[in-house]
């Protein structure tokens, strides 16, 4: 079992910056893949951007890229998500997301909202 916990959304402007943090605990060393996906209302659940444990490589949706990073403190087991250039757009609840072979771990959620 992975647990994740997700901290940092909230309230900004359009323009803004936000941080995402999410803490992994559990067995966590055969996570291949962790990363964030965001829901709005009435839309489906979208990749945002993940990160192969093995290499590091990562991956962004269009709509993000040169706006978001990704990254990860193995010391720590956590990776973030640096938002800037936020738009209105970007409203979402941000689930951070582990993927093992033959299971996925989500974590509670949490909503960012970026205001015109």
């Known amino acids: 079992q992975v647990q994740l916990v997700e901290s940092g959304g909230g309230l900004v402007q359009a323009g803004g910056s936000l941080r995402l943090s999410c803490a992994a605990s559990?067995?966590?060393?055969?996570?291949?893949?962790i990363g964030w996906y965001r829901q709005a209302p009435g839309k489906e659940r979208e990749l945002v951007a993940d990160?192969?444990?093995?290499?590091?490589?990562?991956n962004y949706a269009d709509s993000v890229k040169g706006r978001f990073t990704i990254s990860r403190d193995n010391a720590k087991n956590t990776v973030y998500l640096e938002m800037n250039s936020l738009k209105p757009e970007d409203t979402a609840v941000y689930y951070c997301n582990a993927a093992k072979v033959f299971e996925r771990y989500w974590g509670q959620g949490t909503q960012v909202t970026v205001s015109s």
């Open positions: 559990g067995s966590t060393n055969s996570i291949i893949t």
């Open positions: 990160m192969s444990s093995s290499n590091g490589n990562t």
